[in-house]
Every structure is written in structure tokens, then in C-alpha cells.
């Protein structure tokens, strides 16, 4: 027996502490809303709801952005905002990297901001260094890596960062010859 449908893949929720289960459900409409939960929503719809019912719902309102939205359209809004989802529909699009650093630095936002999508192995620790809190990881091997603490990357940066490197030494571009 065949089917034309491909098999569903594993989402798990991610966090620098580990895997843990997602309290939120992605919705299409603000219909959602009339039920208990937390809700992200796409950003026209979270844009068209009222003032006063986004005022309601903040603890339970969380905004998806992909790479073409602009973050200036809730830029205004953070205080209404638990969450701000940026998504990655192809692993080759990184302006959605660009935005969690504004996010942090340029908007002080201090909610959760989560990967959505495409969110590959080498990805992760730069994902963590602009600002990203929360990962929807559905890539087996990031997924079996995680499993077992591995989160990768490299000591050293050389460009800033929402979250600072370690200390290197005074010239950290320079080798050192082995002892």
C-alpha cells in the first residue's frame, strides 16, 4: 500500500536548557483566541487585531515574521508580544538572523524569539549569538545532536554579537605553535 503523502516530521521545541514541550500552537486566525492557550500568529493577523484585544492577549500573543516582513510593522507593539517567531523557509535566507540581533539590541526586546523552519546543525550556535531563545528543531541529526548535548560551534568570534564571546587571548586571529 502506498500513499502520496510524506511522512510527518518530528517538530520538537529547543531551548538552551534542553528540549522541552511547546506551550504554543501556531494559528492561522485570530479565531484562535477564543480558545485557552498561547497563540503565535502570522503578522497581518496579529496586525489587524483590535488594540484593546491585543492589550487582553498579551500573555498569550506571539507574532510570526518571515524574511520579507518588516520588523518595523510591531515595533510599537513589543509590550503586546510574549513571543516573536522568525521564520526560515530555506536554510539559504538568513534575514531572519538580522532580525533577532535588531530585536535584542536595537529594540531591547526580552521575549522569546524563535527559529522557525529551516534550522540546520551548523546554523544553531550563530542562531544563539545574535539572540534567538527558542528553536522549532525538526532536522534529524540537529535533533540527535541536541539529544546528546551537543550544540557545537566555535570559542572564538570575531564580529559582535548580541551575546559576547569568551575572552580570547590579546591576539585571538593569531596561532599559537603546540607545546
Known sequence: ???????????RLWTPQGFREDEWT???????????GRFILPLQVFLDLDPQERE?????LGVLLQPGDQLEAIAGLFDTLSLVALAFPAFT??????????????????????????VLVDQLPHMLRVGFSEFEISNPVLLKRLASGDVGGLPLHYQPAAKPAAAGGKYSWRRTPGA
Open 26 to 36: 501556531h494559528a492561522e486566525s485570530a479565531d484562535a483566541l477564543v480558545g485557552n
Open 1 to 11: 500500500m502506498t500513499t502520496d503523502q510524506e511522512p510527518e516530521t518530528e517538530v
Open 56 to 60: 487582553l492577549a498579551k500573555e498569550r
Open 93 to 118: 535566507d538568513g534575514r531572519s538572523y538580522s532580525k533577532a540581533e535588531l530585536l535584542r539590541s536595537r529594540h531591547g526586546f526580552e521575549g522569546a524569539v524563535r527559529a522557525v523552519g529551516q
